[in-house]
């Protein structure tokens, strides 16, 4: 079984910086593709973005291309979502999930672990 545990959220003035991670415990952590998604009030949850296996691929939502950058760390299991120029409706709780696959999917019913979420708001 496989713990998501996501940090890094909070208060952030609108153009601000934010830096989310993902720590994973339970099972091994190179082997997972690792996606990041979230949730607005009122809203569908949606993709942020995905980094394969040994980061060698990473694809992002039109929404935050250019300003958002995912990576990952598999010597400390983390995964981390640097989040720049932040705008009002990027407010929502950001979630990190594991997928035991070589493929990236955009669907976060297709992975198999997801975390709690960490709130992040932008104030305009």
């Not at 996501?6 to 991670?21: I, K, W």
């Not at 250019?66 to 979502?81: C, E, M, P, Q, W």
Request: glycine share 10%.
């Amino acid at each position: 079984q496989v713990q998501l545990v996501e940090s890094g959220g909070g208060l952030v003035q609108a153009g601000g910086s934010l830096r989310l991670s993902c720590t994973a415990s339970g099972g091994t952590f190179s082997t997972y593709s690792m996606g990041w998604f979230r949730q607005a009030p009122g809203k569908e949850r949606e993709f942020v973005a995905h980094i394969s296996r040994s980061a060698g691929s990473r694809s992002y939502a039109e929404s935050v291309k250019g300003r958002f950058s995912i990576s990952r760390d598999d010597a400390k299991n983390t995964v981390y979502l640097q989040m720049n120029s932040l705008k009002a409706e990027d407010t929502a709780v950001y979630f990190c999930a594991a997928r035991f696959s070589v493929l990236l999917s955009v669907t976060y019913n297709d992975y198999d672990y997801l975390g709690q979420g960490t709130q992040v708001t932008v104030s305009s």
